[in-house]
């Protein structure tokens, strides 16, 4: 028999020795090796590593708390490179170099067990399951912001920050008109933009009740994942079924950007979950709402 403590009498494991599994050697913390030593070199300002995808950084008096996750993400996938992930933190730092890269704050809807500790997060007024949270949008991405950022730029106030990332939002609503499919009583409205707050717009009162006079019957949102937004009245129950059970779909193959799988309808005041009408039979109308 082998002596299973002798390292010389062990088979090797194929295509894997052990080296290629060194933290240093992975790509995560390459990324941020690289955002760190970008910032080291920007005149005034020191950078240091707070553990996995976070980072501190001091330009002057002021201080900032960030996190790399979605920059990551974009790396990975080839989306962009060190260096303009690195300007993408100069721009959340408020760096003049890099200042008008950054738009916002605007605020975005998450589970609430999916958010870092470190992110700073109000509750979902309408699901005790989602949180609301805060980013800067950059060109290839969000930064979350961190109560570093509420102490410094609002004073540690939230109702500031809540009412000035609503105000952009609001702004940013009216500038992207919804899309629509069907009519009467199957008319779907609804957001599919892409640009990370689609879901975020059931934050909207305004809006909710702009989408409810284009409707028959009461206002009712599915928000599956971050970027779908989608509308329809009750009138036709079968429909709304047919609707609801798209959501639970698609919620199910959004992965780290799926929010929800519940259906709410608007009381005129706020949103609230309810349950879906039972359905006959597979509603046929489903595959007229957008995806």
Request: proline share 9%; glycine share 10%; hydrophobic share 40%.
């Amino acid at each position: 028999m082998e002596d299973p403590s002798n390292p010389a009498e062990q088979p090797e494991a194929s295509g894997c020795d052990g080296r290629g599994l060194s933290p240093d050697s992975l790509p995560a913390p390459e990324f941020q090796r690289g955002i760190l030593s970008v910032l080291g070199a920007v005149p005034g300002v020191r950078a240091q590593s707070l553990g996995p995808f976070r980072i501190q950084t001091r330009h002057g008096d002021e201080r900032w708390e960030l996190r790399l996750d979605e920059l990551f993400k974009r790396h990975r996938h080839g989306e962009l490179t060190v260096e303009e992930a690195a300007r993408e933190v100069q721009a959340a730092m408020r760096l003049p170099a890099a200042r008008d890269l950054a738009a916002g704050p605007y605020p975005r809807l998450g589970r609430a067990e999916a958010l870092h500790s470190t992110t700073l997060r109000l509750p979902c007024p309408f699901d005790p399951e989602l949180a609301v949270f805060f980013v800067w949008e950059l060109p290839h991405g969000h930064i979350p912001l961190t109560q570093v950022d509420l102490d410094r730029d609002h004073g540690g106030r939230w109702v500031d920050l809540l009412d000035e990332a609503l105000a952009a939002l609001n702004l940013r609503s009216q500038d992207t008109p919804p899309q629509s499919q069907g009519e009467g009583d199957r008319l779907v409205l609804g957001f599919v933009s892409g640009d990370g707050f689609d879901a975020a717009r059931a934050l909207l009162p305004e809006l909710l009740e702009a989408l409810q006079g284009c409707l028959t019957g009461r206002l009712h949102l599915i928000i599956p994942s971050r970027d779908l937004f989608m509308v329809l009245g009750d009138a036709d129950p079968e429909f709304l079924a047919g609707a609801a059970a798209h959501a639970r779909q698609l919620y199910g193959q959004a992965g780290e950007e799926r929010i929800s799988p519940r259906l709410y309808a608007w009381t005129g005041d706020a949103l609230e979950a309810v349950a879906a009408p039972p359905a006959e039979a597979p509603a046929p109308a489903t595959g007229a709402i957008p995806t």
